[in-house]
């Protein structure tokens, strides 16, 4: 039959089409190896000269990922031109621009955390190490790629943001600085001589330990609350979550500790009631 004939016909075209094309296959895939081999030393190259620089790590990511992804990119121009005939750099460029608006709909949200993730690595704040707090999560910043950024929580589990989360989001660093300032609010009861409560809270605050002595200690009286005169403490230590946490505690114990010894009450929140007519009370059958 001649569909018969037409279909074997077209299967030996394609045979022997393949064929003609293997030498520019195999050639192709050298090349490409060829590219893996020159993006691993071009990585190796880049690391050292900028070990002998100041650069921070996110920038020196975003260097091997630029320097590796222009060599993939030569590499897989010129294989291509190899394997596939009539293909030029020209051409692939002019079709790219014909899609551009079809591939930017499909992965905007891709190019988007690319951008953001270039970004991020250019700021001088934030840098790997640092413990940040964004969108209700706080962590060490373990890593920052180009799409997302990797954050070991507190509590030690891995999560993993997108970077445009935090391109668009605020971010506190809580260790950008060496120090960072915690307040306590302790409460001492209406009879209480306020200027001895103060003396005593202030020196309980001053003998912790993991306090930062250089900014001292500040006790203000600030409110009067439901059952109690509330001071406000403020005192400075170091700027991871733990140190802070370590310092406070211990600064409650000293202050509990301080003033029990002076005899200064802490109160409990209590109600008292005043009864302008005498009342009667009964006592096992007698009143008084």
């Known amino acids: 039959m001649d569909y018969i004939a037409t279909i074997n016909d077209q299967l030996r075209d394609m045979q ?5 094309i293997l030498p520019n296959l195999a050639i192709a895939l050298v090349v490409l190896f060829i590219t893996w081999i020159i993006a691993k030393f071009a990585v190796k190259i880049a690391d050292k000269l900028i070990g002998t620089t100041s650069m921070r790590a996110s920038l020196q990511k975003l260097v091997e990922t630029v320097v590796k992804l222009a060599i993939w990119l030569i590499g897989l121009l010129v294989a291509a031109a190899i394997a596939i005939p009539g293909f030029t750099p020209a051409g692939a460029i002019a079709g790219l621009g014909i899609g551009a608006v079809a591939i930017g709909f499909a992965f905007q949200d891709i190019f988007e955390n690319f951008l953001a ?6 700021r ?6 640092d413990v940040i707090e964004v969108e209700g999560i ?8 180009l799409r997302e950024t990797h954050i070991r929580q ?10 445009s989360i935090i391109f668009k989001n605020p971010v506190k660093i ?8 915690t307040e306590i609010i302790c409460g001492v009861s209406y009879d209480t001589d306020l200027e001895q ?4 809270i202030r020196k309980a605050a001053e003998s912790v330990e993991g306090i930062d002595m250089d900014k001292g200690v500040e006790v203000y009286a600030i409110e009067f609350g439901a059952s109690s005169v509330d001071f406000k403490v403020r005192f400075w230590s170091g ?27 802490i109160p409990f929140p209590y109600v008292t009631h005043t009864f302008k007519e005498t009342l009667s009370v009964n006592t096992g059958g007698e009143r008084s």
Request: glycine residues 10%; aromatic residues 2%.
């Open 154 to 163: 507190l509590s030690n589990e891995l999560t993993i943001i997108p970077n």
């Open 174 to 181: 809580l260790t950008d600085e060496q120090r960072s300032r």
């Open 138 to 145: 706080t962590g060490r910043v373990e890593n920052i790629t």
């Open 239 to 265: 700027s991871k979550p733990r140190d802070g946490w370590e310092a406070r505690s211990k600064a409650i114990k000293a202050i509990k500790r301080a003033l029990d010894d002076a005899g200064i009450e």
């Open 124 to 129: 001088e704040k934030m840098r790997i190490g």
């Open 117 to 122: 993730g270039v970004l991020i690595m250019l």
């Open 197 to 200: 409560a103060e003396g005593v």
């Open 16 to 20: 022997e089409g393949f064929v003609s």
